[in-house]
T-cell receptor, first 112, second 115 residues
């Protein structure tokens, strides 16, 4: 079945870049997503990438996809304290319904 | 703000009881998915409804059931509650049938505690 893995924790200083990594197993993944979850809140869709793309940039966010290694990363430039949250990588396969499989989440701590 | 609302915000139930959670989809969306998020975990897919029909299901037992109404609002029902059902329940609405990409918009969740 599908599996999505992430490291649990990342700590960076304000102003530095953050890189959050994710690996997945489903070779039929069509879209891969990054979601942000702040304490006590639901999930906010940050960005997504189609599986035939290598890179996508969206303001401070850069997504890199290595489909051969099934590796996805999210780079946040000029990380701010407001970026402190849990970040989830997720993928959707090519099945008949739109099931999204989430990773375990990476907690990003931004130190002022 | 995603426009997806859920009620109630918090709920405490006793083992063996039944619970109904509600979700109001974003305007114009025709699909709702429900997820269970245990503490410290990522959301786990429960099931999805498209145009009032169940469109897919994750590894959850039949005591987890749902409904989608003509106005695309939805309910999640859980019977015979167990302690392990304690979690944050998230609903997500989306528009299927309009091509890529598939974007889900999440509500704030309902925190269920089973004692």
């Amino acid at each position: 079945g599908e599996d999505v893995e992430q490291s649990l924790f990342l700590s960076v200083r304000e102003g530095d870049s953050s890189v959050i990594n994710c690996t997945y197993t489903d070779s039929s993944s069509t879209y891969l997503y990054w979601y942000k979850q702040e304490p006590g809140a639901g999930l906010q869709l940050l960005t997504y990438i189609f599986s035939n793309m290598d890179m996508k940039q969206d303001q401070r966010l850069t997504v890199l996809l290595n489909k051969k290694d099934k590796h996805l990363s999210l780079r946040i430039a000029d990380t701010q304290t407001g970026d402190s949250a849990i970040y989830f990588c997720a993928e959707i396969g090519s099945g008949g319904y739109q099931k999204v499989t989430f990773g375990t989440g990476t907690k990003l701590q931004v130190i002022p | 703000e995603t426009g997806v609302t859920q009620s109630p915000t918090h709920l405490i139930k006793t083992r063996g009881q039944q619970v109904t959670l509600r979700c109001s989809s974003q305007s114009g969306h025709n699909t709702v998915s429900w997820y269970q998020q245990a503490l410290g975990q990522g959301p786990q897919f429960i099931f999805q409804y498209y145009r009032e029909e169940e469109n897919g299901r994750g590894n959850f037992p039949p005591r987890f059931s749902g409904l989608q109404f003509p106005n695309y609002s939805s309910e999640l029902n859980v019977n015979a509650l167990e302690l392990d059902d304690s979690a944050l329940y998230l609903c997500a609405s989306s528009l299927m049938g309009q091509g890529a990409p598939y974007e889900q918009y999440f509500g704030p969740g309902t925190r269920l505690t089973v004692t």
